[in-house]
């Protein structure tokens, strides 16, 4: 199974970048191929701006891979700026394909932005989605690391979730 982890955040300290990449890592070991993508690597132009080579290379990795495993950072209780150009401008073949959602916010009351990605992914693309989603706050990690236990517990079992589901809709 070939699967496409993006890590959509541009800042410099992203946490959702460790997320993505304990996700990465838990998912070790599985018979799977990933393409991890730490979009901060990319240059990126606006939807009616040119489409930059680095984002025509995305567009191939979305449509190569069977499913994706998403990262974002909560921004004003929406998806981040960098996900937003990456979903309206390379996800074109994306269609029907299965997805799950790794999320960073400053605080706990922010959980339900990430529906704001389930609804373009579901809409735009009739994308089927892993119902766990990884969130976590600024609470969780300490010096650029992820501290709680149980944090990291979830990642475990989103991982093994994101694997046995992926495996089995690929078997259909
Ligand atoms: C422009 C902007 C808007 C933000 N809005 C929210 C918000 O609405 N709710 C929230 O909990 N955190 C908000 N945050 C905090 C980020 O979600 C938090 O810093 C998170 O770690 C971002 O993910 P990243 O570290 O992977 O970039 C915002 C941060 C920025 C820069």
């Given at each position: 199974?070939?699967?496409?982890?993006?890590s959509?955040?541009?800042?410099?300290?992203?946490?959702?970048?460790?997320?993505?990449?304990?996700?990465?890592?838990?998912?070790?070991?599985?018979s799977?191929?990933?393409?991890?993508?730490?979009?901060?690597?990319?240059?990126?132009?606006?939807?009616?701006?040119?489409?930059?080579?680095?984002?025509?290379?995305?567009?191939?990795?979305?449509?190569?891979?069977?499913?994706?495993?998403?990262?974002?950072?909560?921004?004003?209780?929406?998806?981040?700026?960098?996900?937003?150009?990456?979903?309206?401008?390379?996800?074109?073949?994306?269609?029907?394909?299965?997805?799950?959602?790794?999320?960073?916010?400053?605080?706990?009351?922010?959980?339900?932005?990430?529906?704001?990605?389930?609804?373009?992914?579901?809409?735009?693309w009739?994308?089927?989605?892993?119902?766990?989603v990884?969130?976590?706050?600024?609470?969780?990690?300490?010096?650029?690391?992820?501290?709680?236990?149980?944090?990291?517990?979830?990642?475990?079992?989103?991982?093994?979730?994101?694997?046995?589901?992926?495996?089995?809709?690929?078997?259909?």
């Amino acid at each position: 199974m070939k699967t496409l982890i993006l890590s959509s955040s541009l800042s410099p300290k992203s946490r959702s970048f460790l997320l993505c990449q304990a996700v990465n890592a838990a998912l070790s070991g599985q018979s799977i191929q990933i393409d991890f993508v730490d979009l901060r690597d990319y240059d990126l132009a606006p939807v009616h701006r040119s489409k930059t080579a680095d984002m025509e290379r995305l567009t191939e990795k979305v449509k190569e891979a069977d499913n994706i495993i998403i990262g974002m950072g909560v921004h004003c209780y929406s998806i981040n700026d960098g996900l937003k150009i990456v979903l309206d401008t390379c996800f074109g073949d994306a269609t029907n394909k299965f997805f799950g959602i790794v999320c960073a916010a400053g605080g706990e009351k922010s959980y339900l932005s990430t529906m704001h990605l389930t609804q373009i992914c579901m809409n735009e693309w009739r994308m089927i989605q892993l119902p766990r989603v990884i969130y976590a706050t600024g609470q969780d990690f300490v010096n650029d690391a992820i501290a709680n236990p149980d944090l990291k517990e979830r990642i475990g079992i989103f991982a093994k979730e994101f694997y046995t589901i992926g495996q089995k809709l690929l078997a259909e």
